[in-house]
């Protein structure tokens, strides 16, 4: 299935899918959770099985700005590829339904290990990123856009988003 798009606010169309969601046939929400832009979902199937369903929102942008809200719908079987699925989800579900299930929680459980394992940023850290190594100076003062860092090369300073430092190398200090 494709993207669906015509709801004018991200609260619109979560609206929406909680509506959708209570009016499911056969089908029962167990839990529902956000993260970010991604709804994760226990459903509980006729024959009493639990899996997890995605359901992507987004915003279609012209010009920078956002005109309309969709939704793509997947779930595990098809194996989704977000990997943020909260773990206590898949602890409450039942066995995977197919291989690709299988596969998919293997790889969520091992995102989450991942990020637990990762150190926390602390001002005066190196990070390697896109072939240059970066200090950690401090938060950016609006806190959710990253930290402002500084080329060890070039001494120019920048922000590095979240998004950038996940996919950082932590170095020794230099």
Known sequence: MGWLFGWNSRSEIIGYLDRIGADLVDHEVRATRYVGNNVWQLIRNPAGCSYISLTMIEAYRQRGKPTQWGYKYLDETVYPYQLDCPLSLLDEASAPLNAYAEKWR????????????????????????AGETYRLIHRHPLGARGWVVMNARTETMHRMSFRQLKQAVSVANE
């Open 106 to 129: 293997a790889e969520v459980r091992k995102f989450h290990a991942d990020n637990k394992a990762r150190p926390a940023y602390q001002a005066g850290q190196f990070w390697h990123f």
